[in-house]
């Protein structure tokens, strides 16, 4: 039989390990810096970039797309070549995709600190780097295609069915969430509005979790697991259910991110249905993986790599099983914007994610530059100070939520909430103490690996170029014995990934569509109307400054929220929101219906001096918006923008929209100075005074709404 000589490149793989490890400890820091923040307000040193509103996108970009986003393609590289038996597709289309990916981050990081941000949850880059994406990720496809259809190896690995999964469907969550309206050169509105913006965003942000974080991984520990323990994968058989089934529950899933919340109900009965179903294949693949090591676990007591491999895995079982579980309403009604969900998404990233990636790193190295590992003793000890961060950082966290959700929801004798919000903030400080305590561990952990790594690469000799030998396809030899099915589509990659792009389509539509095309889905509310071009200013601000992270705009129909912030949200108040500002957690108290609430010189002063008007508070002074000025030069293209969007301003007012400006800004203004507060033309802070006064007055409720509402919240919970 002819046999083939070539070489696997080594030299890109090697790049983005360490990639993994400089934007690792980079994001990691940031989540640590955030984590601080919030008991510590004063580390913030009263600068923009510095506080928890653009620290934690950063933190969450960093991690996601930097750390493990250069995670998998450090193991795709590594491990394609080898599976199809064949070189990288192109070198320079490597190099092209290292330094494309490196040049996106570096430039997301930097916007994002600046306050560039979309406002849109794991999608916060603006339109310029979602172009760049859309390209850098087209080049990584072809560099991925282009090896698969070259290979020497006729059948498709289990690995490899997920990476293509990957590929075809971060594209479409991709496309379809980042249709934006650009105004300037870093801003931009989403094409959506309100609820149905909530849904395409949650569509995408849950399946960013699916096809991101999950099932790469999974491609990563079909291969390196087996590789790791030096025994085949447990089941054939079950990597197919397990592939197929993932794919087509997972994507969903995703409005159960909304339970409660003014989307449409058959949408949130959708994603819960889906989300209990996902148990199966979540934990096929988890038993797949624990079940490889049947036999071998004297070798994971030896053996660092497959100590990570392991609680890796463990980690992706807990949170696929919690998953599900926080997505039932009777469950969601007790965790949702609280930190019990922080603590669930940590389970799979400082688990699943990090492990795994730790195991493949410590696993990689020695191999690439051919020597063995510095000390197994150091990789013990990073595995140990790693699962004890891991503990310290979830536990206190599901302690926080608990309490959170009960003291939001506890009433005295009388019938009257028992506590202030800000109560049950300061109630909680330990815990975001000794969740700080975990993440430091954690990153020590990680330092201590780096330092191993670079004692291993120092002593050992890098082969950049790893010669390899294989019969051509055509001369494979033809296989014998029982042939399964599935087999027919291993051989044909690009039915692959049409056959994979059908599947995790199907339930997009089916919740998107009639959620834009039937109108009962989101009824009209006439009392709603478009923002002021003050306020249309002032709500860029409070997306710039991030306060969608901390402060949630859906009142859901309890007793204890309908009390606390008036009457529950409605679909049709959110129709010219671009982007939607429901926000996903409750640092502070929800802002739905706080227009009106206080007079204009409490908000000024709030923020000024948070501590001043809400003693004990734990948000930051924005000074700069005192200084800083809103461009009016941009209020034409931003109401045209909105315009075109279908926001109704009547024509030609994007004229005269400044001329309202002004008055408006000079009616608060000579209120502030009622209150002996000056300020001068232009300023920030009076623009975000305008918004947050606008924000729930548009919803009048009835009189005695109070109790009514209450009592339709209960019959809503099925009390």
Not at 530 to 537: A, D, K, Q, V
Request: charged content about 15%; glycine content about 8%; aromatic content about 16%.
């Amino acid at each position: 039989m002819q046999v083939e000589k070539f070489y696997y490149d080594n030299k890109t793989v090697k790049w983005f390990a360490y990639a993994v490890l400089f934007w690792g400890v980079v994001g990691m820091l940031a989540g640590l810096w955030a984590a601080i923040a919030l008991y510590y307000p004063a580390i913030n040193l009263g600068l923009p970039a510095t506080t928890f509103g653009r620290m934690r996108p950063v933190h969450t970009n960093a991690v996601i797309f930097a750390f493990v986003g250069n995670g998998i393609f450090m193991g795709v590289y590594y491990s394609l070549q080898r599976l199809c038996k064949t070189r990288m597709f192109s070198d320079t289309l490597s190099k092209l995709h290292f330094w494309g990916w490196q040049a996106i981050i570096l430039t997301g990081a930097i916007t994002l600190w600046a306050g560039k941000t979309s406002g849109k949850e794991y999608a916060e880059l603006e339109w310029p780097i979602d172009i760049a994406i859309t390209v850098v990720w087209i080049i990584f496809g072809i560099n991925l295609f282009g090896t698969i259809l070259k290979r020497r190896e006729k059948h498709i690995y289990v690995a490899i069915w997920f990476y293509i999964a990957t590929w075809v469907t971060v594209a479409m969550l991709h496309i379809v969430n980042s249709i934006e309206l650009p105004v300037t050169l870093w801003k931009s509105y989403s094409w959506y509005a309100g609820v149905q913006d909530a849904l395409v965003q949650w569509w995408y942000g849950h399946n960013a979790v699916a096809f991101f974080l999950t099932t790469p991984y999974l491609g990563l520990m079909y291969y390196f697991l087996p590789k790791a323990a030096n025994r085949p994968i447990y089941s054939y058989r079950l990597s197919i259910i397990h592939f197929w089934a993932l794919i087509f529950i997972y994507i969903w899933a995703g409005p159960h991110h909304l339970l409660y919340t003014a989307l449409p109900d058959w949408a949130q009965s959708l994603g819960v249905v889906f989300s209990i179903m996902l148990i199966a294949p979540s934990w096929g693949g988890m038993l797949n993986g624990l079940f490889t090591l049947r036999g071998a676990w004297d070798k994971v007591r030896e053996e660092p790599v497959l100590k990570f491999l392991v609680v890796a895995i463990t980690c992706y079982g807990m949170a696929t099983f919690e998953g599900p579980m926080l997505s039932l309403k009777n469950v969601n009604a007790i965790s949702h914007f609280t930190d019990w969900t922080i603590a669930h998404v940590h389970i799979g990233a400082l688990g699943w994610n990090g492990f795994l990636t730790f195991g493949i790193l410590y696993w990689l190295v020695p191999r690439m530059w051919n020597t063995p590992l510095y000390s197994k003793k150091l990789a013990g000890a990073h595995f140990w100070i790693g699962t004890l961060g891991i503990v310290l950082y979830a536990v206190p966290l599901y302690w926080a939520g608990f309490t959170q959700s009960m003291m939001w929801k506890s009433f005295t004798d009388e019938g009257q909430l028992k506590f202030q919000f800000l109560e049950t903030v300061t109630h909680i400080l330990p815990m975001y103490i000794t969740r700080s305590i975990g993440g430091s561990l954690y990153i020590i952990g990680v330092l201590i690996m780096v330092y191993n790594l670079r004692k291993t690469i120092a002593k050992g000799s890098f082969v950049a170029n790893e010669a390899a030998e294989a019969a051509p396809l055509a001369a494979t030899a033809p296989a014998h014995g029982r042939q399964y099915w599935h087999r027919w589509i291993e051989r044909r990659p690009m039915q692959m990934l049409v056959f994979s792009l059908i599947v995790v389509a199907i339930g997009g539509l089916i919740e998107l569509i009639p959620t834009f095309l039937v109108k009962s889905n989101i009824p009209t509310i006439s009392s709603v109307k478009p923002y002021t071009p003050l306020e249309l200013h002032g709500r860029d601000i409070y997306v710039r400054e991030g306060c969608y992270l901390c402060h949630s705009q859906m009142v859901r129909p309890f007793r204890d929220e309908v009390v606390r912030y008036g009457e529950y949200s409605k679909a049709g108040e959110f129709v010219y929101d671009h982007p939607f500002q429901w926000g996903s957690k409750r640092t502070g108290p929800d802002l739905a219906r706080v227009g009106g609430k206080y007079p204009d010189s409490w908000h000024f002063n709030h923020l000024l001096d948070p501590t001043s008007m809400s003693p004990g508070s734990i948000m930051p002074s924005y000074v700069w918006l005192f200084d800083h000025e809103i461009d009016t030069v941009h209020t034409y293209k931003m109401i045209k923008a909105m315009q075109t969007l279908g926001v109704p301003y009547p024509d030609g007012y994007a004229q005269q929209a400044n001329k309202d400006l002004v008055n408006q800004e000079q009616a608060i203004r000579a209120s502030l100075k009622g209150d002996k507060i000056s300020t001068g033309q232009n300023k920030e802070i009076v623009a975000l005074i305008a918004y947050l006064q606008r924000l729930g007055k548009d919803i009048k409720a009835a009189p005695k709404a109070e109790t009514a509402l209450a009592a339709d919240g209960q019959k809503i919970m099925g009390n």
